[in-house]
């Protein structure tokens, strides 16, 4: 009896030592003072937001501070706080969840292999999509994209954890402009015979390059490939272009400055009068299709280039030369878009 009583007043005598000695631990509303559930973000009675909650570590599930970027146990990357506010207006490119940090480099592989399918479905034949995809594979390429995917899963979080005011718009950017380079490689030195369309390996060498470290005018000859492209009249020499071409262009579509630099012109018409066609010159790309009103933009205002069906559009605009040209005019206007 007597041990019953002391085991009995043991147990109380600890019930209430607990309640006062750990009852810092327990989480309570900065509002209304009510104990919040574990793990939550905002209060259950009158909804505040819970401020420096703990964090739980998804591989131990030790409890770390709210500012801890890793586990304080087995160093596993935590999950970071609600991004602040100025992100609410700006809707990413490629969305991550970063509450599962664990699977960032798989996130990130899920939205290569949608910008891929994209590609091959603006640039080359849908109907072959799978074929790309045992080329992924079977070429090797895959291992060379893992470990990117991993660099690149590292660099993100580390943006995401500086919270930015500019956060998400890093992320897109380095995605976007990692999956270009990468595609880029896959496609034209991997998949030479699936492609529909021949696509200069020239185009490798301005990877994440910026407008001072090109010369503009060799940079659009690499990527239009005029020596692969017979089908046209294209112009490089004025010395050899008659007077009447070159006003009549000007009259039609050509409306550059008079200092501004032509680098290539193309005259589209049956008789050759050059009423129609294009012009790119230093500042941007000039042009008049059959039936059509004619067309200026310049290199610094390029907002959207897509392909519908043979032809793309430019800003909205009507384009069309011919399927494989109109490919590498895609690409180089795309380029050009980032650089300028």
């Not at 849908?126 to 895959?142: A, E, P, R, T, W």
């Amino acid at each position: 009896m007597k041990g019953s009583r002391k085991t009995s007043l043991f147990c109380c005598l600890i019930r209430i030592f607990s309640q006062k000695t750990f009852s810092f631990l327990t989480m309570r509303c900065s509002n209304c003072k009510k104990e919040l559930l574990k793990g939550a973000k905002f209060c259950h009675s009158c909804g505040e937001k819970v401020i420096g909650s703990p964090k739980d570590c998804p591989s131990c599930n030790t409890q770390n501070n709210s500012n801890a970027k890793f586990c304080n146990t087995c160093g596993c990357i935590l999950s970071s706080q609600t991004p602040p506010s100025h992100h609410k207006n700006y809707k990413a490119q490629y969305p991550l969840n970063f509450e599962d940090t664990s699977t960032l480099s798989e996130q990130i592989g899920l939205h290569f292999f949608a910008e891929l399918k994209k590609r091959i479905a603006e640039e080359h034949d849908i109907k072959k999509h799978s074929q790309y995809l045992d080329v992924f594979k079977s070429s090797g390429f895959n291992r060379r994209f893992e470990t990117k995917a991993s660099q690149l899963a590292v660099k993100v979080y580390t943006i995401h954890s500086d919270q930015e005011e500019t956060e998400l718009q890093e992320i897109d950017a380095l995605l976007q402009n990692n999956f270009d380079a990468l595609l880029d490689h896959f496609i034209i030195i991997h998949c030479t015979e699936l492609n529909d369309i021949k696509l200069p390996e020239a185009i490798l060498k301005y990877e994440n390059v910026k407008r001072t470290e090109v010369n503009l005018e060799t940079m659009i000859f690499d990527f239009l490939d005029l020596d692969n492209e017979s089908a046209e009249k294209f112009y490089r020499n004025f010395l050899t272009v008659s007077e009447n071409k070159i006003k009549n262009a000007a009259k039609s579509f050509l409306y550059a400055d008079k200092k501004e630099m032509v680098y290539l012109l193309c005259d589209q018409t049956v008789f050759g009068s050059c009423k129609e066609g294009f012009a790119l010159t230093e500042k941007g790309l000039y042009w008049k299709a059959h039936f059509h009103k004619a067309y200026a933009v310049h290199y610094d205002n390029l907002q959207d280039i897509k392909r519908e069906n043979d032809w793309i559009t430019i800003n909205g605009r009507y384009f069309h030369v011919n399927p494989q040209f109109n490919s590498k005019m895609m690409l180089l206007l795309k380029k050009l878009k980032k650089i300028f």
